[in-house]
């Protein structure tokens, strides 16, 4: 395990320092995670696609409504697994109930599916739809990734008890 991590670190240590932070741990959990959620994105999409929203014969407004529940599945599934696995460290500081993190995580994720159906929307026009998606949810993965990291599992500043200002009426 040792040397897995040690290559890791060597690896991402040659990016550029800004992307840096992003790379490390925390984002390789996310990355699981989101793959776990692109495999239910795909397999929704396409069962909506061709088979629960078949009756809909424009392409298009099929599509959103196959979008639209994959998204929603997926961001279910993403929401859990975050939860438990790559933010467990700051589950403890959240003093909300899971619906409220689950409101706070679908807000900071808002651009991120944004970008994703957009993206995938335009591409459809020139790609097979599940690529098009592919490519739309690798893309906005980055911007849900900051989100949720900064408002929805953001680290609670701790509190020190010696401050004396902390103190004063």
Partial sequence: MSMLRHLAQALVSRLPTKLQPMVRWRFVKFGMVGASGTVINIAVLYMA????FSQIEDFHMRLNYAIALAITVATINNFYWNRRLTWRDRKAAAHHSALFLFFKYVMAAALAIAVQTLLTKYLAL????IVANLVAIVLASVCSFLANDRMTFRRRPTIDSSDPQRHEP
């Fill in 49 to 52: 696609q061709e088979f629960f």
């Fill in 126 to 129: 020139y790609l097979h739809y």
